[in-house]
């Protein structure tokens, strides 16, 4: 299969005033192709303004229900999702990848887990996936969401997730938290440590939740993350997805060299020279090779790839672990040669 197929919009909902929600039609020829694990995203390709975008947007529909939807909220300046907000419909056609991404959850029938998420804004989309996942297929356990926004109006699936909270009354649990806006039974202000603590230690003190799932902007998955270590929970408990990065870059000393590279991409080698100014990404596609991308700014995880020769640095990582980073894995946008020779592998990831 190639990278990307063109698909047919099914239908465009309106989510939010600033949101909508696509749903593609998937032919039975390509069901097989786009089945994907709760809490993965896929890439659109398209061309706006005479230039080709890529974007990663998590599918919001569960497993179970046979769709593949993702949610769009409209970013300020954001090419493709004011596009998607103001003029895409119903009929028309994206290119869209494969689904990709390790924020995931599969079911387990027989098992008998609590989950938490705490998320903000879109970040809503993946874990909307997933509890969806833990109510309709692992029917004995439970899920917790924590969700902040700045109002109920700006709430992404506010409505979905009454209905759902009605539906499993005794499984399904939602905390609101609204920094603009002041609404019955809902907290006021942020995500932060209070929240968090209310949360774990008052309503739902009896629970001991098998994993936490974090995804929204950096600073708010810092935070949580690190109360959640105060309270002893192990990192392999921890699942997170970006949605923003911060703006931290890290200093990479000397970049003033040339490295010869050799890069992997769909079983054929590339081998020729390049500027470690560059990064690994910037110089493949500079060649003319299809290797994988998306947002080019170190959140997602399409433009993985592992050095298995010589060396790289990273100027910017908040997704992949210590261990992984050990075993030769980079973000090929983010990733600097710092060796005279390296081999790169995008396959073996």
Do not use: W
């Not at 769709?67 to 004011?82: C, P, T, W």
């Not at 869209?96 to 029938?109: N, Q």
């Not at 949360?199 to 009896?206: A, P, Q, R, S």
């Amino acid at each position: 299969m190639p990278n990307f197929l063109k698909l047919l919009i099914k239908e465009v909902k309106r989510e939010t005033a600033a949101a909508v929600s696509i749903l593609f039609n998937i032919p039975e020829e390509l069901k097989e192709d786009y089945k994907f694990i709760a809490g993965q995203y896929v890439n659109i390709k398209l061309t706006l303004d005479g230039k080709e975008i890529r974007r990663a947007y998590s599918i919001c529909s569960s497993p179970e229900s046979g769709e593949l939807r993702i949610a769009v909220k409209a970013v300020k300046d954001g090419l493709f999702s004011q596009f998607a907000n103001t003029k895409l419909k119903a009929g028309d056609v994206l290119e869209v990848g494969k689904p990709e991404g390790k924020f995931t959850f599969e079911a387990d029938a027989n098992k008998q887990k609590n989950y938490a998420a705490f998320v903000s804004g879109s970040g809503i989309t993946p874990v909307l996936s997933i509890l969806k996942s833990v109510l309709k297929s692992e029917p004995k356990s439970s899920f917790v969401l924590v969700y902040g926004n700045k109002s109920p109006e700006e709430t992404i699936f506010h409505q979905e997730l009454h209905d759902l909270h009605l539906q499993y009354v005794n499984r399904f649990f939602v905390h609101y938290v609204y920094s603009q806006a002041k609404a019955d039974e809902a907290l006021f202000g942020r995500i932060d440590k209070s929240v968090v603590n209310y949360v774990l230690n008052n309503k739902h003190k009896e629970l001991e939740f098998e994993k936490f799932y974090l995804c929204g902007p950096e600073d708010m998955i810092n935070t949580v993350s690190g109360i959640l270590k105060e309270k002893n929970v192990k990192e392999s408990a921890i699942k997170f997805e970006l949605f923003t990065a911060s703006a931290h870059e890290n200093e990479i000393k000397d970049l003033s060299g040339h490295s010869k590279i050799t890069v992997m991409v769909d079983d054929e080698e590339t081998s020729f020279e390049m500027s470690q100014k560059q990064t690994i990404l910037e110089a493949a596609l500079k060649q003319g090779i299809d290797a994988p991308y998306s947002c080019q700014g170190g959140i997602c995880s399409s433009c993985l790839c592992r050095v298995t020769e010589g060396s790289a640095e990273m100027k910017k990582n908040s997704i992949l672990t210590d261990k992984e980073i050990a075993e030769g894995l980079v973000l090929s946008c983010q990733a600097h040669p710092t060796s005279d020779t390296i081999y790169v592998d995008f396959d073996d990831v």
